[in-house]
């Protein structure tokens, strides 16, 4: 029930122009597009980070929302011996708006609240 820090609501935000380009829509459609959740996976042999972004965007002419999925890319190839594939991997902007939210992530899980540190007494108080 508590919010978290504004720090990972604008790595949130910030996600919606990584839906558009990995969805390959127009850049200002980023201006309609919430990301709801972040799909990671670890693989490969080097325990490769991959992501699948979940969005909505408002439509101009309809009530309802279209419901977005990212194809699922990673941070590097794989494998070693597979081809370099740009198509194939998240962009380096993506990637650190992503580490970005893990860390936030992080940091929710520790306690750590837009109100403050749920564990850590407030000055003046004994713990």
Avoid at 85 to 90: E, G, H, R, T
């Amino acid at each position: 029930m508590e919010s978290p820090r504004p720090e990972f609501v604008k790595a949130f935000k910030e996600l919606a122009k990584h839906v558009a380009e990995l969805c390959e829509l127009p850049a200002d459609y980023a201006d309609r597009i919430t990301t709801r959740s972040v799909s990671l996976n670890y693989g490969g042999v080097q325990e490769t980070m991959g992501a699948v972004l979940s969005a909505v965007m408002e439509l101009e002419q309809s009530n309802g929302v279209l419901v977005l999925n990212t194809p699922h890319k990673t941070v590097d190839m794989l494998t070693e011996t597979a081809e370099p594939n740009a198509k194939m991997l998240l962009t380096a902007e993506c990637i650190e708006t992503l580490e970005m939210l893990i860390d936030e992530a992080h940091e929710y899980v520790k306690g750590v609240r837009a109100q403050g540190d749920l564990f850590t007494p407030a000055i003046g108080e004994s713990a």
